[in-house]
């Protein structure tokens, strides 16, 4: 397949600044990875006979990457719970997600995942890991989340959120669906891998951390945990554990390369040093962290202690744009310095962070429009007013997309969505069953 007629954005670092814009760019795919990148007619010229997908004049990106959501809080939107607004971090866990994710059923953990995926999709998102809870369904609804991917055609890390906060047989169920996924998952590429689930420290006892520290390093996966989002995580691991919280998680292991510590905002100096010394992967989820008023991550003091800082929308949206925007708005107004956190920040995070990691995690080179990369490009209706250059597709990211859309949507070399159509799949009829099961949860609830 030959994508063509649009300015090509390749973020690809490997190459010269002034090649990663080429306007009239074309792509080449064949199966699943692209294969040659360049001038329309150089490349149009090597491959006669290709399906041609027409970019109609607009921006071809690397579909972006959501290092941490929450697919399972989709029919959360629009509800409310009976009682007090919650005042706090805790009082949103106990008053809301605990509440939802408790009453959850396999066939909810499905049809959320479809209806987040298919959202996340148009709005130009190709990869995403997610954090999944369902207490009363916990074996096979990580199954029932790929199911959902394969469905969409969309890229997914999965894991499932161990704690001890529903008992032992729960949190034993939790530590089985994450191995027995990971197992099945394999090794090698494919449209869904696994990480090994961990709710957050001020919720598992030492010996969960054990088990799954144990579990993780003998199926050679990283993590997936919240870390310090409020200041209860590591107050809680003091108090009640005994220990910080940061040399709790290096105890048993679950810091290291290849895990994802979301949030990483109420950290001591000392604690910053441990993390990044653990080549651990920082998800920072600002829209989230705004919601929830739990502060400002410490991103300068994260950054220069060696972590690695990725984006993800924590499922208050699946929108990338909005996420990026978000980043440069909170950092900005947190420090009052116009400086502060300028617009490449969150470009790079997205584009080269979570690259980089996904492409552990995927084995195979992703964000990136490069010959051998796997092909997961998005074609955007963005035709810039003014110059786009490789120095400014920061401002053109910032300003610009937000008012623009994901139009034809490539992964893994297929044709996910077309002019916002999902060949296979009836988005209204997605949505519809949606509903459905949405309302017999907020009835649940006693929301409805
Ligand atoms: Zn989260």
Redesign the pocket.
Known sequence: MLVVNGTLVTFDSLRPDRDQVIPGGAVAIEGNRIVAVGPEDKVRASRPGDEVLDARGGVILPGFINL?T?LYSAFARGMALPGEVPRNFPEILERLWWKVDKALTLEDCHQSALCMMVEAAAAGSTTLFD?HASPRAVRGSLDAIARAAHQVGIRACLCYEVSDRDGSAVRDQGLEENAEFIKACGEGTALVKALFGLHAAFTLEDGTLARAGERAQALDVGCHI?VAEDGVDDLTCRQRFGAPLVDRLLKHQILKPKTIA?HCIHLGDPAIRKLGDSGAMVAHNPQSNANNAVGVAPLGKLRLAGSPIGLGT?GYTHNMVSAMVTMTQVHKLASRDPRTCGFAEPVSAVFEANAVFASQIFRAPLGRIAPGALADIVVWDYVPYTPLTAANVPGHLIFGFPQARARTVVIDGKVVMRDGEFPGLDRAAVAARGRELAMKLWQRLGAF
Do not use: G, T
Request: no cysteine; charged share 15%; net charge negative.
């Open positions: 941490h929450h954090h919240h979301a924590d």
